[in-house]
């Protein structure tokens, strides 16, 4: 008989030890880590992160919403919100405007659908538009992460996405939007080449999808 590995809980919070082997993964990979208890330090630390007067772009996120880190941004005055300029121009005349502007702000806080044990981040999308800035087009970038998306590799990251998040996902945008979404793009950032960009703040605890 060929054994089975046990399906992995997309919903439980890693242990203390996955964390630690995943932060240990991404430190060598060139990321700036950080272990968090909660949402409540996640986004004092996020505000401590941020200069004021930054461009800051935050990408669609149930960690951003939950955490209250997007209203902070988009709503504050304290930052040039790029998300709140967007949503507010027209599709039709000013789509060139809209790419630029998500692609390379000052700063781009989001979050990642999984985090593996081996240093990865992996993020999906159904459009696209936070991609570019997540890849390399943001000056900084700082990932808010909690606990129930660390999985041991890409494999089991891939499999996050389309059996747990994708569902999730697709009911909130039909809900908000009246259509699914998709995994039209997926983006693995495997290493951070440039010192001090990349920020993960990874939480002890479960937030977002």
Request: proline content about 6%; overall charge negative.
């Amino acid at each position: 008989m060929t054994a089975t590995m046990p399906t992995p809980s997309f919903t439980e919070p890693a242990s203390a030890q996955c964390l630690d082997r995943a932060a240990a993964a991404l430190s060598a990979h060139g990321f700036t880590v950080e272990i968090l208890d909660d949402l409540t330090e996640g986004r004092r630390r996020v505000g401590e992160l941020l200069p004021e007067g930054a461009s800051v772009f935050t990408g669609a996120s149930e960690t951003l919403r939950l955490s209250g880190i997007g209203e902070d941004i988009n709503a504050s005055g304290r930052y040039e919100a790029i998300r709140p300029r967007v949503l507010a121009m027209d599709r039709a005349t000013q789509i060139d405007e809209m790419r630029r502007l998500m692609a390379t702000p000052d700063v781009i806080v989001s979050s990642v659908a999984a985090v593996t044990e081996t240093g990865s981040l992996v993020i999906a999308s159904g459009s696209g538009s936070q991609l570019p800035a997540n890849a390399g087009g943001a000056g900084r970038a700082i990932w808010v992460i909690g606990a129930q998306k660390v999985v041991p590799d890409l494999g089991t990251a891939l499999r996050r996405i389309e059996e747990h998040a994708l569902p999730l996902e697709s009911a909130r945008t039909q809900a908000a939007y009246g259509s699914p979404s998709a995994i039209n793009r997926v983006l693995i950032l495997n290493a951070e080449p440039y010192p001090g960009r990349g920020t993960v703040l990874l939480l002890r605890e479960t937030v977002g999808f």
